[in-house]
């Protein structure tokens, strides 16, 4: 069966320091990836997409980058973070029959 | 480009049904989820409808008319262990990926 690891659980880090949350997905081949964001009290926000190795989608203008170096891991990334990067972040798979995503277990990040 | 919208909010009593609804309008409609969260917890998925009618899963059914860009999520025989939020989500289908676009969320109370 399928399985998507999302680490870690809950980060705090200081106003301009740097980011990498990690992704990966078990049980099968070239999944299409995505990373949301979910603000407090908002909807979730696609912010990245892909469908291959080294193929990303950036959905939303931001202070955020992904990448993908393996078929099954996805990476988040940010140089410097804000404030305004605090939430909870979710990383999702989905096949290529495409019959919704299942989530990762979720990263809530609080940027002090 | 989607837009949807669900009510905020809705309170219902142990034992009784809900009708969450969902309207949507979308440039590239191709299937209707709707999923289940928790606070603090990842999104879980509850249904998918793609062509118009209901679909019944266990106490959960959900209607989908494509013609009105309407959807409803039924629960019946409500429980405690329901309250949550009910996100409802369109999948566009253009442009790869297969993305889905989310509404900001129903939250349910279910009161004894």
């Known amino acids: 069966s399928q399985t998507i690891h999302q680490w870690p659980a809950t980060l705090v880090q200081p106003v301009g320091s740097p980011l990498s949350l990690e992704c990966t997905v078990e049980g099968t081949s070239n999944p299409n990836l995505y990373w949301y964001r979910q603000a407090a009290g908002r909807g979730l926000q696609l912010l990245f997409y892909s469908v291959g190795i080294g193929q990303i989608s950036s959905e939303v203008p931001q202070n955020l980058s992904a990448s993908r170096p393996q078929d099954r891991q996805f990476i988040l990334s940010s140089k410097k973070l804000l404030l305004s990067d605090s939430g909870f972040y979710l990383c999702?798979?989905?096949?290529?029959?495409?019959?919704?995503?299942?989530f990762g277990s979720g990263t809530r990040l609080t940027v002090v | 480009g989607q837009n949807i919208d669900q009510p905020t909010e809705m309170t219902a009593t142990e034992g009784a049904i809900v009708q969450i609804n969902c309207t949507y309008q979308?440039?590239?409609?191709?299937?209707l989820f709707w999923y289940q969260q928790h606070a603090g917890e990842a999104p879980t998925f509850l249904s998918y409808n793609v062509l118009d009618g209901l679909e019944e899963k266990g106490r959960f059914s959900s209607f989908l008319s494509r013609s009105k860009g309407y959807s409803y999520l039924l629960l019946k025989e409500l429980q405690m262990k329901d309250s949550a939020s009910y996100l409802c989500?369109?999948?566009?289908?253009?442009?790869?990926?297969?993305?889905?676009?989310f509404g900001t969320g129903t939250q349910l109370k279910v009161e004894l």
């Open positions: 979308t440039s590239g409609f191709n299937g």
């Open positions: 989500a369109v999948r566009d289908g253009a442009g790869g990926g297969n993305k889905l676009t």
């Open positions: 999702a798979w989905a096949n290529r029959a495409f019959y919704g995503y299942t």
